[in-house]
């Protein structure tokens, strides 16, 4: 499994892989946790036959025992610390961040006003206005984005 934290943004598909090469008849079986908490993964809907669940575990046992967790349209209520678990093995986690790219994208525009905010208050008012009318009437025919300026305070 990769060492760090993980990030992905929501809607995109997350695949954690856990690999172990002792030997698959040593290993036992494999369970998946987020945040201590078993991983729940999700049934196949019988009504619609060409939908694939949201949450799937695959396991395979060839010269090593391979486990891969699959999360597929990633939400933010998803992200956590995923740890891999051989019934006999040491675990192996990550931590997975679910980014909402609105969210990010609005932190970029917020968090330089708040520091112009900091910096200049008594002029504050009639910039951010001006920045945020600007980032509003932003079209599609527009040479260069206003809010890049703004983020570059």
């Known amino acids: 499994m990769a060492k760090g934290d993980i990030y992905v943004k929501t809607g995109s598909v997350l695949t954690l892989n856990c690999r172990m090469s002792q030997g698959p008849h040593d290993l036992g079986t494999v369970a998946w946790f987020r945040d201590n908490e078993p991983v729940v993964t999700s049934a196949k809907s019988e009504n ?3 939908q694939q669940p949201r949450i799937t575990v695959e396991t395979e046992w060839s010269e090593a ?3 891969r ?3 597929f349209s990633a939400r933010v209520t998803d992200s956590g610390n995923y ?3 051989p019934t006999t093995a040491k675990r192996a986690s990550v ?3 679910v980014i909402n ?6 932190a970029k525009l917020v968090d330089p006003l708040y520091k112009l905010y900091l910096r200049f208050p008594a ?4 910039y951010a206005n001006n920045a945020f009318r600007a980032c509003a009437n932003i079209s599609p025919q527009a040479v260069q984005n206003p809010c890049d300026n703004v983020a570059s305070l």
């Open 69 to 71: 967790l699959k999360i």
């Open 48 to 50: 619609d036959v060409d």
């Open 83 to 85: 740890s891999c678990v």
């Open 101 to 106: 790219v609105y969210v990010d994208s609005l």
């Open 123 to 126: 002029d504050f008012d009639n």
């Open 95 to 97: 931590i997975v961040h």
């Open 65 to 67: 025992l391979e486990s």
